[in-house]
């Protein structure tokens, strides 16, 4: 059974870092984009960052440009690297996976992923 499921949220002061993880499992990520994705309380899920199947295009929400940043490893796990945080970047976040054995560019509207996971709550406060 496909699975995703994100590690690594928590409490982060403003101006800090953190990365969140999402484990694949049931499937190989080689022919799926990954995207993050967040909600704040209140708001709709957003796009923030994903990678394309083959590793070779990564698109951006430009909230988070220059700080927050994507990658993958050999063993069916991507990465979310966020730096210099907001308390805006507040809310809970998701990965997905996106079928895509092209090599186009990955996008991070939320309505092309069919395969979620539940999230992990990421607070940024003082």
């Known amino acids: 059974q496909l699975q995703l499921v994100e590690y690594g949220g928590g409490l982060v002061h403003p101006g800090g870092r953190l990365r969140l993880s999402c484990e694949a499992s049931g499937f190989t990520l080689d022919y799926y984009d990954i995207g993050w994705f967040r909600q704040a309380p209140g708001k709709e899920r957003e796009g923030v960052i994903c990678v394309s199947s083959g590793g070779a295009s990564i698109n951006y929400s430009e909230s988070v440009k220059g700080r927050f940043t994507i990658s993958r490893d050999a063993k069916n796990t991507v990465f979310l690297h966020m730096s210099r945080m907001k308390p805006e970047d507040t809310g809970v976040y998701y990965c997905?996976?996106?079928?895509?054995?092209?090599?186009?560019?990955?996008?991070?509207?939320?309505?092309?992923?069919?395969?979620w996971g539940r999230g992990t709550q990421v607070i940024v406060s003082s």
């Open positions: 997905a996976a996106n079928y895509n054995p092209s090599p186009d560019r990955c996008t991070i509207l939320p309505h092309y992923y069919g395969h």
